[in-house]
């Protein structure tokens, strides 16, 4: 199993892939973290002005700009945990994997070691973007960006675990959907577009509301304890939705289950069939 992971570490770590990936989650991240604290810092006295508009109190802030990290970031370690998986099948480079190592099971236990390990890399990343660009930011609009307190802390803590989770879900997505450009494209077509409508649609109703917040964005927001979608995505501030949320650790067995169900469902299928 050693062998193996460290074989699983030299095929991501020599390709430009994945420091091309964080220089992009930098920049989306920080770019977004900065904005949303401009904005928010400077609107914050109108809002708070305003009954009809959702009401922000300012030390709420802080929380809600760290977690872009994984609000926006998320899909950067989900692509590429499925990319190290559906790169292999394009390539046919698993063949002399499994001739070097035939346990396939072994193979994909540490390709999902190294993702997740890969995926907390991501979520420190993305936290050093948001948090400081968005810390920046607040402290200059007047609001405490609460570094000091460990609340704060142990949000940066589930951050990075969910885009570790996120990574093991995408190396689970890769296996069970080995084409490279359908694998890609599901991925961006429901975190993207059908996600979010289904986030939106099932708030409208209580009863849809107990459903969505299974959704893995969802979930993931909750284990984070924060996201600009569940604060003001929905317009619940303003009672045009209802939000429903699972506790923190719950949320955190959702994406866990998600990220088992997907990836014992490709060991099943495509992982077991010939490859060459």
């Known amino acids: 199993m050693i062998?193996?992971?460290r074989s699983e570490a030299l095929k991501i770590t020599t390709v430009r892939l994945w420091w091309i990936l964080l220089l992009?989650?930098?920049g989306y991240v920080g770019f977004t973290a900065g904005l949303l604290a401009g904005l928010l810092g400077a609107l914050g006295d109108q809002m708070s002005a305003s009954p009809g508009a959702p009401q922000l109190p300012p030390e709420s802030l802080p929380p809600?700009?760290?977690?872009t990290a994984t609000s926006v970031g998320y899909v950067f370690p989900l692509i590429f945990g499925a990319l190290s998986v559906t790169t292999e099948f394009r390539y046919q480079t698993l063949t002399p994997t499994f001739l070097a190592?035939?346990?396939r099971a072994v193979v994909l236990g540490s390709k999902v070691v190294v993702l997740a390990v890969a995926g907390f890399v991501f979520g420190f990343v993305g936290l050093v973007a948001s948090m400081g660009l968005g810390a920046t930011v607040l402290g200059l609009t007047g609001i405490d960006p609460q570094l000091g307190q460990s609340e704060t802390w142990l949000l940066a803590a589930r951050i990075v675990l969910a885009m570790g989770l996120w990574a093991v879900i995408g190396v689970g997505v890769g296996t069970l959907i080995p084409n490279q450009i359908a694998s890609i494209v599901v991925v961006l077509a429901f975190t993207q577009f059908v996600e979010p409508i289904?986030?939106?649609?099932t708030s409208i109703w209580?009863?849809?509301?107990?459903v969505g917040k299974f959704l893995p964005g969802a979930a993931s927001d909750a284990l984070v304890g924060s996201s600009i979608f569940t604060s003001m995505g929905t317009g619940a501030g303003a009672g045009v939705g209802v939000v429903q949320t699972l506790d923190w650790w719950q949320g955190g067995l959702v994406l866990l289950?998600?990220?088992?169900?997907?990836t014992i469902a490709g060991f099943f299928t495509s992982w077991r069939r010939d490859v060459t």
């Open 3 to 5: 062998g193996a992971i």
């Open 24 to 26: 992009v989650l930098v």
């Open 64 to 67: 809600l700009i760290y977690s």
């Open 101 to 103: 190592q035939p346990q």
């Open 198 to 201: 289904l986030r939106f649609g």
């Open 206 to 210: 209580d009863w849809t509301a107990q």
């Open 257 to 262: 289950g998600l990220a088992a169900f997907v």
